[in-house]
């Protein structure tokens, strides 16, 4: 018996097939054709004749998902129970109480509110454990399960009971509303006259949030300068990065252009509003994980010399995106076009046009372009954008991260707040006491951290490799080097007390001042933002560059 489900599918899959060929005929495109009426045969065939029952659904899932697999990393189906996560998105929207969850042992705890959300207004903090939701035992569910309980219409209620830090309990009944993931999650001042914006994500409305911000700003102040950060925004809608970039250039400017196959897909964008900032200095961070349309903004403003670019090479994300509804609330998310900044350069690094073959790669050094800008300065294409002021990029250690990833940190921080109850920090200059970090590593001692360093790995390797040769008079000199390696975790947490003293900081900061706080605090201590003031401050540097200075080719 064929399930109800498959026969809608199948159906439905029959009619596609047949209009497909009716419209591709006329194209004399008959392997399409052919090639639709296979796969609703196989599927037909499957579901019929498989040894086991097969969900229809799932067939059709990993088809499509098939279908799609070697072509870029960016084009994908998208089923309909994952519609919502895209929705997220595209528009940073969603309909809940508004809060970061994390799961600790056998129980789901609040990881961070939103500042003024629901769960915030209600009085929710980080480290609450959520006990029962809806009268519901919450012990052993997972953070996907009390996710769906939590979300839910805008306007209908949930009763959720946590457990504080100190032990108290609370049931609290929320009124879920649509919750706006922030796109610029802070604004402030790097400096006296110099502004500064966090930039997230291009998702719905994120212009209208960063001119709110630059209002604001001028509201406060005299604003000299201002600072765009874009370092690790991933992109979003590219029409939001135009009326972004109409608030600097003049009205009419080209910002982007478009070009793909169909006539559809090959556009230009200008800007269609005159500019509130058009003379106002502006500094641009980007790094290795600014993409798409943060590039957009960047690589614009960057080629129409209207700032100037401080940080690491940008990502490299030159692909278009576009939905195509694919009925029975699926989508195809479609890469349809490739874009091209003011100069003619295009940014993508890495060529697909091969991918069905096995052949990905960067774009050879041979085939960088040189381009220039309005004012005749030398930029290039063949992958991302190139900041005007290098710097070399920060990071933090992987014992650190590691420490972050299995919640330590989270936990000690929940321990210190139990020991600080109603202290009240200044956000920007917080940092735990020496007393606070030997209580840390006291925390930590029976703590068991799954972590090698890079040479303990690296030995391993080739002993391994002497073995494997033979060399076995070797073995006392791998032997020696292995004992006067210390990377246990208490030495460890002497060699990187700098960045773990940040991260425990970063967290006990977050639970004052939410994710705004943890910017402002990390603002104060970075080089590129010290080096961005430097330079707004600096006029004639700042015209010499716009004016003058060539990026480098790679």
Same mark, same amino acid.
């Given at each position: 018996?064929?399930?109800?489900?498959?026969?809608?599918?199948?159906?439905?899959?029959?009619?596609?097939?047949?209009?497909?060929?009716?419209?591709?005929?006329?194209?004399?495109?008959?392997?399409?054709?052919?090639?639709?009426?296979?796969?609703?045969?196989?599927?037909?065939?499957?579901?019929?004749?498989?040894? @086991?029952?097969?969900?229809?659904?799932?067939?059709?899932?990993?088809?499509?998902?098939?279908?799609?697999?070697?072509?870029?990393?960016?084009?994908?189906?998208?089923?309909?129970?994952?519609?919502?996560?895209?929705?997220?998105?595209?528009?940073?929207?969603?309909?809940?109480?508004?809060?970061?969850?994390?799961?600790?042992?056998?129980?789901?705890?609040?990881?961070?509110?939103?500042?003024?959300?629901?769960?915030?207004?209600?009085?929710?903090?980080?480290?609450?454990?959520?006990?029962?939701?809806?009268?519901?035992?919450?012990?052993?569910?997972?953070?996907?399960?009390?996710?769906?309980?939590?979300?839910?219409?805008?306007?209908?209620?949930?009763?959720?009971?946590?457990?504080?830090?100190?032990?108290?309990?609370?049931?609290?009944?929320?009124?879920?509303?649509?919750?706006?993931?922030?796109?610029?999650?802070?604004?402030?001042?790097?400096?006296?006259?110099?502004?500064?914006?966090?930039?997230? @994500?291009?998702?719905?409305?994120?212009?209208?949030?960063?001119?709110?911000?630059?209002?604001?700003?001028?509201?406060?102040?005299?604003?000299?300068?201002?600072?765009?950060?874009?370092?690790?925004?991933?992109?979003?809608?590219?029409?939001?990065?135009?009326?972004?970039?109409?608030?600097?250039?003049?009205?009419?400017?080209?910002?982007?252009?478009?070009?793909?196959?169909?006539?559809?897909?090959?556009?230009?964008?200008?800007?269609?509003?005159?500019?509130?900032?058009?003379?106002?200095?502006?500094?641009?961070?980007?790094?290795?994980?600014?993409?798409?349309?943060?590039?957009?903004?960047?690589?614009?403003?960057?080629?129409?010399?209207?700032?100037?670019?401080?940080?690491?090479?940008?990502?490299?994300?030159?692909?278009?995106?576009?939905?195509?509804?694919?009925?029975?609330?699926?989508?195809?998310?479609?890469?349809?076009?490739?874009?091209?900044?003011?100069?003619?350069?295009?940014?993508?690094?890495? @060529?697909?046009?091969?991918?069905?073959?096995?052949?990905?790669?960067?774009?050879?050094?041979?085939?960088?372009?040189?381009?220039?800008?309005?004012?005749?300065?030398?930029?290039?294409?063949?992958?991302?954008?190139?900041?005007?002021?290098?710097?070399?990029?920060?990071?933090?250690?992987?014992?650190?991260?590691?420490?972050?990833?299995?919640?330590?940190?989270?936990?000690?921080?929940?321990?210190?707040?139990?020991?600080?109850?109603?202290?009240?920090?200044?956000?920007?200059?917080?940092?735990?006491?020496?007393?606070?970090?030997?209580?840390?590593?006291?925390?930590?001692?029976?703590?068991?951290?799954?972590?090698?360093?890079?040479?303990?790995?690296?030995?391993?390797?080739?002993?391994?490799?002497?073995?494997?040769?033979?060399?076995?008079?070797?073995?006392?000199?791998?032997?020696?080097?292995?004992?006067?390696?210390?990377?246990?975790?208490?030495?460890?947490?002497?060699?990187?007390?700098?960045?773990?003293?940040?991260?425990?900081?970063?967290?006990?900061?977050?639970?004052?001042?939410?994710?705004?706080?943890?910017?402002?605090?990390?603002?104060?201590?970075?080089?590129?933002?010290?080096?961005?003031?430097?330079?707004?401050? @600096?006029?004639?540097?700042?015209?010499?560059?716009?004016?003058?200075?060539?990026?480098?080719?790679?």
């Amino acid at each position: 018996m064929i399930k109800k489900s498959f026969r809608y599918v199948l159906i439905a899959a029959l009619c596609a097939a047949a209009a497909g060929m009716a419209i591709f005929a006329r194209h004399n495109d008959f392997g399409l054709g052919r090639n639709m009426e296979i796969t609703v045969n196989m599927m037909r065939e499957l579901s019929l004749g498989y040894v @086991d029952p097969i969900d229809p659904d799932h067939l059709m899932e990993m088809a499509a998902e098939g279908m799609v697999r070697d072509l870029d990393p960016y084009t994908e189906f998208i089923p309909e129970e994952g519609m919502s996560d895209f929705e997220l998105l595209t528009t940073g929207k969603y309909g809940g109480i508004g809060s970061l969850i994390r799961q600790k042992e056998d129980y789901v705890r609040i990881a961070q509110p939103y500042q003024g959300s629901p769960a915030d207004r209600a009085g929710l903090r980080i480290g609450d454990k959520i006990v029962a939701i809806d009268g519901k035992d919450a012990r052993g569910m997972t953070t996907e399960q009390v996710s769906a309980h939590l979300k839910g219409e805008p306007g209908s209620k949930v009763r959720v009971s946590v457990e504080h830090l100190d032990g108290t309990q609370q049931t609290v009944t929320i009124r879920r509303e649509r919750i706006a993931i922030p796109g610029v999650p802070y604004a402030g001042w790097a400096a006296e006259g110099i502004g500064y914006l966090r930039h997230g @994500d291009f998702t719905e409305g994120s212009f209208e949030e960063l001119r709110a911000a630059v209002d604001r700003l001028r509201s406060e102040g005299e604003l000299k300068g201002l600072i765009l950060d874009y370092r690790s925004n991933g992109g979003g809608i590219m029409q939001e990065a135009v009326k972004i970039l109409g608030l600097f250039v003049p009205k009419g400017t080209e910002v982007v252009s478009t070009k793909g196959r169909t006539e559809e897909s090959k556009q230009t964008y200008r800007t269609e509003a005159e500019p509130l900032f058009a003379e106002l200095p502006l500094a641009v961070l980007i790094n290795g994980n600014s993409a798409s349309a943060s590039e957009i903004v960047a690589g614009a403003l960057q080629d129409l010399d209207r700032a100037v670019l401080i940080g690491q090479r940008s990502y490299g994300k030159g692909l278009v995106q576009s939905p195509r509804p694919l009925g029975y609330n699926t989508m195809l998310k479609m890469t349809t076009a490739k874009y091209y900044i003011p100069s003619g350069r295009c940014i993508q690094a890495i @060529d697909y046009s091969h991918s069905q073959e096995g052949a990905v790669s960067a774009v050879p050094d041979s085939l960088i372009n040189e381009f220039t800008t309005r004012a005749g300065r030398r930029v290039y294409d063949g992958g991302g954008v190139m900041p005007d002021i290098r710097m070399e990029p920060e990071y933090i250690s992987r014992f650190a991260m590691t420490l972050y990833a299995l919640g330590f940190i989270e936990d000690f921080g929940d321990d210190y707040m139990r020991r600080h109850p109603g202290q009240r920090i200044d956000v920007g200059t917080f940092s735990i006491t020496d007393a606070d970090y030997a209580d840390f590593k006291e925390f930590m001692k029976e703590k068991e951290v799954p972590y090698e360093s890079d040479t303990r790995q690296a030995l391993k390797a080739l002993r391994k490799a002497a073995e494997n040769d033979r060399f076995g008079d070797l073995t006392e000199r791998f032997e020696r080097v292995e004992a006067e390696l210390k990377d246990d975790t208490q030495t460890n947490l002497d060699t990187y007390r700098e960045q773990i003293v940040e991260t425990i900081n970063n967290d006990i900061v977050q639970r004052h001042g939410y994710a705004a706080g943890v910017i402002e605090h990390a603002m104060r201590k970075d080089p590129e933002v010290a080096r961005a003031v430097e330079v707004l401050r @600096d006029t004639a540097e700042y015209r010499r560059i716009t004016a003058e200075q060539d990026t480098a080719r790679k």
